[in-house]
């Protein structure tokens, strides 16, 4: 079977390509796409989509009862698209998608940062700026803990890794003793 990340990605292109053609812009959609992505992530409201006692038009009406505040009309008739090819449960999916999407437009990047302690927003703030001009890009951080690096941080910024952990050093270490 296809992966899903696949099969949405044609709809993530397209609800991009419309939200880029639209007045209200791109943060307005992300927000909006998002509250449907919310909803759906609930597991009784996946359950009632698939439900097969409810026709099309139900799944529609209950679906879009739940998103508050509404959506506007394009974002509904995207969520009719979906319930009638039976893809709504794909819109997390789908989202992550715009999201990134999004980001690239805007030329901003995700900067997942795992660090051997706690960072106070300082730091981050600190390392971001120092980061951005290597990277080219906007960051924006997600930061995690994990105390087996021992120490120092390593940055995922796509597939672009910068990791200045101590424990990357000790396996470089390792490994030019062992050549």
């Known amino acids: 079977m296809a992966e899903l990340s696949t099969i949405a990605r044609p709809y993530a ?10 007045k ?4 307005a959609w992300a927000e909006q796409v998002q509250r449907l992505a919310e909803v759906i992530s609930v597991e009784d409201v996946r359950a009632a989509m698939v ?3 409810l026709e099309d038009a139900q799944r529609v009406s209950v679906f879009l009862s739940l998103v508050q505040p509404a959506v506007d009309k394009p974002l509904q008739n995207f ?18 998608q715009f999201h ?3 980001d690239e437009a805007e030329g901003v990047a995700q900067a997942d940062i795992t660090s051997a302690f706690p ?10 700026k120092l980061l951005e001009p290597k990277f080219g890009l906007k960051l924006k951080p997600h930061v995690t803990v994990d105390a087996t690096l021992i120490g120092g941080v390593r940055v995922n910024v796509g597939d672009q890794v910068l990791d200045t952990s101590v424990q ?3 396996v470089r270490m390792r490994d030019t003793l062992a050549a």
Do not use: C, H
């Open 13 to 22: 292109e397209a609800l991009f390509a419309a939200a880029r053609d639209e």
């Open 24 to 27: 209200a812009g791109l943060a």
């Open 51 to 53: 439900d097969p006692r």
């Open 79 to 96: 969520v009719t698209l979906l319930i009638s090819n039976d893809r709504l449960v794909l819109l997390p999916q789908i989202v992550e």
């Open 100 to 102: 990134a999407l999004k």
């Open 119 to 128: 960072m106070t927003d300082e730091q981050v703030s600190e390392l971001i």
């Open 168 to 170: 990357a050093q000790l």
